[in-house]
Protein backbone atom coordinates (compact mmCIF):
# COMPACT_ATOMS: atom_id res chain seq x y z
CA UNK A 1 0.00 0.00 0.00
CA UNK A 2 1.34 3.18 -0.63
CA UNK A 3 1.64 6.16 1.93
CA UNK A 4 -0.30 9.15 1.42
CA UNK A 5 1.48 12.10 -0.13
CA UNK A 6 0.58 15.33 2.32
CA UNK A 7 1.34 18.52 0.28
CA UNK A 8 3.16 21.78 2.17
CA UNK A 9 3.54 23.90 -0.78
CA UNK A 10 3.01 24.34 -4.37
CA UNK A 11 4.87 25.57 -7.68
CA UNK A 12 2.95 26.25 -11.38
CA UNK A 13 6.08 28.27 -12.54
CA UNK A 14 5.91 25.26 -15.29
CA UNK A 15 2.08 24.94 -15.81
CA UNK A 16 1.44 26.64 -18.85
CA UNK A 17 3.89 23.55 -20.36
CA UNK A 18 1.90 20.82 -18.04
CA UNK A 19 4.17 20.94 -14.95
CA UNK A 20 3.10 20.99 -11.43
CA UNK A 21 5.18 20.43 -8.51
CA UNK A 22 4.34 19.43 -5.04
CA UNK A 23 6.75 19.38 -2.14
CA UNK A 24 5.50 17.16 1.14
CA UNK A 25 6.00 14.34 2.34
CA UNK A 26 5.14 10.58 2.73
CA UNK A 27 2.96 9.63 5.59
CA UNK A 28 5.01 9.81 8.80
CA UNK A 29 8.65 10.40 6.99
CA UNK A 30 10.75 13.32 8.00
CA UNK A 31 12.17 13.43 4.98
CA UNK A 32 10.36 15.87 2.14
CA UNK A 33 9.86 14.87 -1.61
CA UNK A 34 9.45 16.54 -4.59
CA UNK A 35 6.41 15.09 -6.80
CA UNK A 36 6.70 16.45 -10.63
CA UNK A 37 3.03 15.93 -12.02
CA UNK A 38 3.90 16.06 -16.06
CA UNK A 39 0.01 16.36 -18.01
CA UNK A 40 -0.38 15.89 -21.73
CA UNK A 41 -2.88 15.25 -24.38
CA UNK A 42 -1.41 11.63 -24.51
CA UNK A 43 0.75 11.32 -21.29
CA UNK A 44 -0.08 11.39 -17.62
CA UNK A 45 3.08 11.18 -15.16
CA UNK A 46 3.85 11.78 -11.78
CA UNK A 47 8.00 11.93 -10.57
CA UNK A 48 9.15 11.81 -7.44
CA UNK A 49 12.53 13.84 -6.88
CA UNK A 50 14.56 15.36 -3.81
CA UNK A 51 12.57 19.04 -3.08
CA UNK A 52 15.36 20.86 -4.70
CA UNK A 53 15.14 19.33 -8.15
CA UNK A 54 14.33 21.48 -10.95
CA UNK A 55 12.12 19.99 -13.70
CA UNK A 56 12.67 22.07 -17.17
CA UNK A 57 9.70 21.62 -20.06
CA UNK A 58 11.55 20.90 -23.53
CA UNK A 59 9.54 23.88 -25.37
CA UNK A 60 11.39 26.45 -23.14
CA UNK A 61 14.96 24.15 -23.40
CA UNK A 62 14.08 24.74 -27.31
CA UNK A 63 13.66 28.50 -26.76
CA UNK A 64 16.95 28.89 -25.29
CA UNK A 65 18.21 27.16 -27.99
CA UNK A 66 17.27 28.95 -31.01
CA UNK A 67 18.38 32.03 -28.65
CA UNK A 68 21.90 30.75 -28.54
CA UNK A 69 21.64 29.93 -32.27
CA UNK A 70 21.31 33.16 -32.64
CA UNK A 71 24.17 34.72 -30.95
CA UNK A 72 26.81 32.20 -31.25
CA UNK A 73 25.96 32.17 -35.53
CA UNK A 74 25.13 28.23 -35.49
CA UNK A 75 22.90 26.62 -37.40
CA UNK A 76 19.94 24.39 -36.05
CA UNK A 77 21.27 21.10 -37.90
CA UNK A 78 19.01 18.21 -36.68
CA UNK A 79 15.77 18.00 -33.49
CA UNK A 80 14.49 15.07 -32.04
CA UNK A 81 12.11 15.50 -29.50
CA UNK A 82 9.80 13.08 -27.42
CA UNK A 83 7.57 13.81 -24.51
CA UNK A 84 10.51 13.75 -22.15
CA UNK A 85 13.03 14.28 -23.80
CA UNK A 86 14.70 16.89 -26.70
CA UNK A 87 17.89 16.94 -28.38
CA UNK A 88 19.43 19.78 -31.05
CA UNK A 89 22.54 19.51 -32.41
CA UNK A 90 23.65 23.80 -33.59
CA UNK A 91 26.60 23.90 -36.17
CA UNK A 92 28.93 27.07 -36.98
CA UNK A 93 28.44 28.20 -40.64
CA UNK A 94 31.56 29.91 -40.74
CA UNK A 95 34.36 28.99 -37.92
CA UNK A 96 36.32 26.05 -39.29
CA UNK A 97 39.40 24.34 -38.84
CA UNK A 98 41.61 22.48 -40.91
CA UNK A 99 42.69 19.17 -39.88
CA UNK A 100 44.38 18.46 -42.92
CA UNK A 101 44.53 20.13 -45.74
CA UNK A 102 41.46 20.34 -47.62
CA UNK A 103 40.28 18.43 -44.86
CA UNK A 104 38.07 21.13 -42.59
CA UNK A 105 35.60 20.66 -39.56
CA UNK A 106 33.53 22.92 -38.38
CA UNK A 107 32.82 23.10 -34.45
CA UNK A 108 28.75 22.82 -32.86
CA UNK A 109 26.82 21.42 -29.84
CA UNK A 110 24.60 18.89 -28.97
CA UNK A 111 22.18 20.19 -26.55
CA UNK A 112 19.98 17.66 -24.26
CA UNK A 113 17.32 18.32 -22.43
CA UNK A 114 15.31 15.28 -20.42
CA UNK A 115 12.38 16.76 -18.80
CA UNK A 116 12.62 15.19 -15.54
CA UNK A 117 16.50 14.47 -15.55
CA UNK A 118 19.67 17.15 -16.82
CA UNK A 119 19.95 19.91 -19.26
CA UNK A 120 23.06 19.27 -20.68
CA UNK A 121 25.85 20.14 -23.29
CA UNK A 122 28.32 18.69 -25.26
CA UNK A 123 30.58 19.67 -28.11
CA UNK A 124 30.17 18.55 -31.91
CA UNK A 125 32.92 18.43 -34.92
CA UNK A 126 31.28 18.46 -38.40
CA UNK A 127 34.15 16.91 -40.94
CA UNK A 128 32.69 19.33 -44.00
CA UNK A 129 34.77 17.13 -46.77
CA UNK A 130 32.04 14.51 -46.48
CA UNK A 131 29.37 16.16 -43.73
CA UNK A 132 29.85 13.30 -41.48
CA UNK A 133 29.32 14.78 -38.00
CA UNK A 134 32.23 13.48 -34.79
CA UNK A 135 30.96 13.91 -31.34
CA UNK A 136 33.56 15.19 -29.22
CA UNK A 137 34.94 15.13 -26.49
CA UNK A 138 34.51 12.67 -24.46
CA UNK A 139 31.12 11.96 -22.15
CA UNK A 140 33.10 12.46 -19.02
CA UNK A 141 33.16 16.21 -19.94
CA UNK A 142 29.37 16.61 -20.86
CA UNK A 143 28.68 20.00 -18.58
CA UNK A 144 25.21 20.26 -17.07
CA UNK A 145 23.93 23.19 -17.27
CA UNK A 146 22.72 24.95 -14.02
CA UNK A 147 18.56 24.70 -13.95
CA UNK A 148 16.65 27.34 -12.29
CA UNK A 149 13.28 28.82 -12.87
CA UNK A 150 14.84 32.13 -14.06
CA UNK A 151 15.42 32.11 -17.99
CA UNK A 152 18.13 34.81 -17.83
CA UNK A 153 20.16 33.02 -15.30
CA UNK A 154 18.86 29.51 -17.14
CA UNK A 155 20.24 30.63 -20.48
CA UNK A 156 23.30 32.41 -18.90
CA UNK A 157 24.82 29.09 -17.85
CA UNK A 158 23.77 27.83 -21.07
CA UNK A 159 25.91 30.68 -22.66
CA UNK A 160 28.83 29.63 -20.47
CA UNK A 161 28.81 26.82 -21.20
CA UNK A 162 28.96 27.04 -25.03
CA UNK A 163 31.87 29.24 -24.61
CA UNK A 164 33.82 26.59 -22.78
CA UNK A 165 33.07 24.13 -25.80
CA UNK A 166 34.05 27.00 -28.37
CA UNK A 167 37.18 27.84 -26.52
CA UNK A 168 38.08 24.21 -26.97
CA UNK A 169 37.60 23.70 -30.44
CA UNK A 170 41.63 24.16 -31.28
CA UNK A 171 41.64 21.81 -28.74
CA UNK A 172 39.44 18.96 -30.15
CA UNK A 173 41.16 20.08 -34.08
CA UNK A 174 44.65 18.75 -32.09
CA UNK A 175 43.40 15.41 -31.25
CA UNK A 176 41.85 14.36 -34.42
CA UNK A 177 45.37 15.49 -35.67
CA UNK A 178 46.93 13.55 -33.26
CA UNK A 179 45.26 10.33 -34.55
CA UNK A 180 46.46 10.29 -37.60
CA UNK A 181 49.28 9.20 -35.86
CA UNK A 182 48.38 5.98 -34.90
CA UNK A 183 47.17 3.00 -36.72
CA UNK A 184 44.49 0.78 -36.38
CA UNK A 185 45.55 -3.01 -35.28
CA UNK A 186 43.87 -6.40 -34.28
CA UNK A 187 43.41 -5.74 -30.96
CA UNK A 188 41.63 -2.52 -31.66
CA UNK A 189 39.83 -3.94 -34.78
CA UNK A 190 38.41 -6.68 -32.26
CA UNK A 191 36.93 -3.76 -29.72
CA UNK A 192 35.37 -2.44 -32.43
CA UNK A 193 33.87 -5.41 -33.79
CA UNK A 194 32.93 -6.29 -30.18
CA UNK A 195 30.94 -3.17 -29.41
CA UNK A 196 29.47 -2.01 -32.57
CA UNK A 197 26.89 -3.61 -35.08
CA UNK A 198 28.39 -4.96 -38.21
CA UNK A 199 26.88 -1.88 -40.58
CA UNK A 200 28.68 0.74 -38.16
CA UNK A 201 32.35 -0.96 -38.76
CA UNK A 202 31.69 -1.76 -42.53
CA UNK A 203 34.27 -0.55 -44.61
CA UNK A 204 37.15 -1.01 -41.36
CA UNK A 205 36.50 -4.21 -39.78
CA UNK A 206 34.90 -7.65 -41.58
CA UNK A 207 33.32 -9.20 -38.92
CA UNK A 208 31.86 -12.75 -39.60
CA UNK A 209 29.55 -14.47 -36.95
CA UNK A 210 30.89 -17.86 -35.85
CA UNK A 211 28.66 -19.55 -33.64
CA UNK A 212 26.48 -16.45 -32.58
CA UNK A 213 30.16 -14.73 -31.65
CA UNK A 214 31.66 -12.26 -33.37
CA UNK A 215 35.20 -12.93 -35.45
CA UNK A 216 37.40 -10.69 -36.99
CA UNK A 217 38.14 -11.78 -40.45
CA UNK A 218 40.08 -8.71 -41.73
CA UNK A 219 40.66 -5.04 -40.86
CA UNK A 220 41.63 -1.99 -43.12
CA UNK A 221 45.45 -1.15 -42.43
CA UNK A 222 44.78 2.59 -42.17
CA UNK A 223 45.62 5.09 -39.41
CA UNK A 224 43.33 6.21 -36.80
CA UNK A 225 42.08 9.18 -38.26
CA UNK A 226 40.36 7.73 -41.29
CA UNK A 227 39.50 4.92 -39.81
CA UNK A 228 37.23 7.04 -36.69
CA UNK A 229 36.41 9.19 -39.98
CA UNK A 230 35.07 6.23 -41.36
CA UNK A 231 33.41 4.73 -38.37
CA UNK A 232 31.49 8.00 -37.96
CA UNK A 233 30.31 8.19 -41.40
CA UNK A 234 28.53 5.03 -40.92
CA UNK A 235 26.55 6.23 -37.93
CA UNK A 236 26.18 9.76 -39.70
CA UNK A 237 24.46 7.81 -42.85
CA UNK A 238 22.07 5.35 -41.62
CA UNK A 239 18.79 5.58 -40.52
CA UNK A 240 18.88 5.74 -36.51
CA UNK A 241 17.18 8.41 -34.52
CA UNK A 242 19.32 10.74 -33.72
CA UNK A 243 19.73 10.31 -29.86
CA UNK A 244 20.98 6.35 -31.57
CA UNK A 245 23.72 8.34 -33.67
CA UNK A 246 25.11 10.53 -31.07
CA UNK A 247 25.25 7.62 -28.42
CA UNK A 248 27.23 5.47 -31.08
CA UNK A 249 29.32 8.79 -31.54
CA UNK A 250 30.37 9.43 -28.49
CA UNK A 251 31.13 5.66 -27.77
CA UNK A 252 33.15 5.97 -31.02
CA UNK A 253 35.30 9.36 -29.27
CA UNK A 254 35.89 7.13 -26.37
CA UNK A 255 37.07 4.34 -28.01
CA UNK A 256 39.28 5.94 -30.72
CA UNK A 257 40.86 8.50 -27.80
CA UNK A 258 41.51 5.11 -25.53
CA UNK A 259 43.03 3.35 -28.33
CA UNK A 260 45.45 6.53 -28.80
CA UNK A 261 46.84 7.22 -25.58
CA UNK A 262 47.52 3.39 -24.97
CA UNK A 263 49.50 3.10 -28.42
CA UNK A 264 50.95 6.68 -27.28
CA UNK A 265 51.80 5.28 -23.91
CA UNK A 266 53.29 1.87 -25.90
CA UNK A 267 55.60 4.50 -27.32
CA UNK A 268 57.48 5.96 -24.11
Known amino acids: MHEEFF????????SPYGIVEKVGYFGNLPRR??????????????????PEFIPLPNQVAKQLVRKLANEFKLDVKSEEESERKYIAVIQAAKEQKEVLVGD?????????????????????LLRLACTNGLVMPEDSRTANVQKSYDLEQLYESLQKTAQVFQSKFEEEVEF???????????RFAEVLA??????????????KI??????????????????YNQITYNISHRPLKLGTRL??????TRLFMQEAREQENEEQ
Not at 7 to 14: F, L, Q, T
Not at 104 to 116: A, E, H, M, Q, T
Not at 198 to 207: A, F, M, S, T
Open 176 to 186: LKRLKRYRMNQ
Open 194 to 207: QRFPRPIVEGLVDV
Open 104 to 124: PVSWGLIVSNDVIGSFTVNGH
Open 247 to 252: EWGSEA
Open 210 to 227: VERARVVQDFARTDLYHA
Open 7 to 14: VESVSEVW
Open 33 to 50: YKIVQIRTEKHNENVVKP
